[in-house]
């Protein structure tokens, strides 16, 4: 068993294009690392200084993890995890 | 080029009057692959802020989920700028996460005056910003 991870459109140039892939961790902060040996670039676009970006979203089971542990969250087999940029902008 | 009907126009439009001096967001979703807008949803500014928008987290998911289900796409993400232009700020810019999608922007800085609102369509792409035609029609 693994976790699925949901890839929004605008990183599956960095899995082929697939709209899930597999990882394993015991945190967030592990399965981005993971993600990273087989989707290079891909941990990046979501973690910056060890901290979740601040415009990408990550849910635990359909739950922002920003209310639970950020990317410090536990994982474990069998959850899933969707990230999703922001939408937002505005004049300022 | 960005087609839209007059109705999904005028209904944009008004939710960008509605919600000033606020900025409104929102999405008009269309099957996936098509380029057509079709389904007007409009999105709850979770900033509630006249210079910044952001989609509430969970409302992000469900329509994410629910395009998905669909099998839609964001044909067209929109915005309003409340007291300039429409056009994309910086904030507009290195916020787009959506190359295929046509950014519209609606200004309502003239709203007291009932003038013409500004309704304006570009790409974001990488950075870049390409203006582009709307052509608006009475059904596609």
């Known amino acids: ?92 | 080029m960005l087609t839209i009907t007059q109705a999904l126009h005028d209904q944009i439009v008004a939710h960008a009057r509605q919600d000033h001096p606020d900025e409104a967001c929102g999405v008009v979703a269309g099957p996936a692959g098509s380029g057509r807008p079709e389904r007007f949803i409009p999105m709850l500014n979770a900033a509630r802020s006249p210079t910044f928008y952001e989609f509430d987290s969970q409302d992000l998911l469900k329509l994410y989920r629910e395009m998905d289900d669909r099998d839609e796409e964001p044909v067209v993400i929109y915005h309003s700028h409340t007291a300039t232009e429409a056009y994309p700020s910086r904030t507009d810019i290195s916020y787009a996460n959506e190359p295929g999608a046509h950014y519209v922007l609606v200004s309502t800085a003239d709203t007291d005056g009932a003038g013409d609102f500004q309704f304006r369509s570009f790409r974001i792409v990488e950075g870049e910003v390409t203006e582009e035609e709307v052509k608006v029609v009475e059904a596609y």
């Open chain 1, 1 to 92: 068993m693994a976790i699925e991870v949901r890839i929004p459109t605008i990183l599956r140039q960095h899995t082929d294009g697939q709209k899930a892939v597999e990882a394993k961790g015991d945190t967030l902060a592990e399965l981005f690392a993971d993600l990273e040996t087989r989707h290079a670039g891909i941990q990046a676009r979501i973690v910056d200084g060890g901290e979740l970006r601040r415009f990408v979203n990550v849910y635990l089971n359909d739950e922002d993890v920003r209310f639970l542990d950020g990317i410090s969250t536990k994982v474990a087999d069998g959850d899933n995890v969707t990230i999703l940029p922001a939408v937002a902008g505005g004049m300022a």
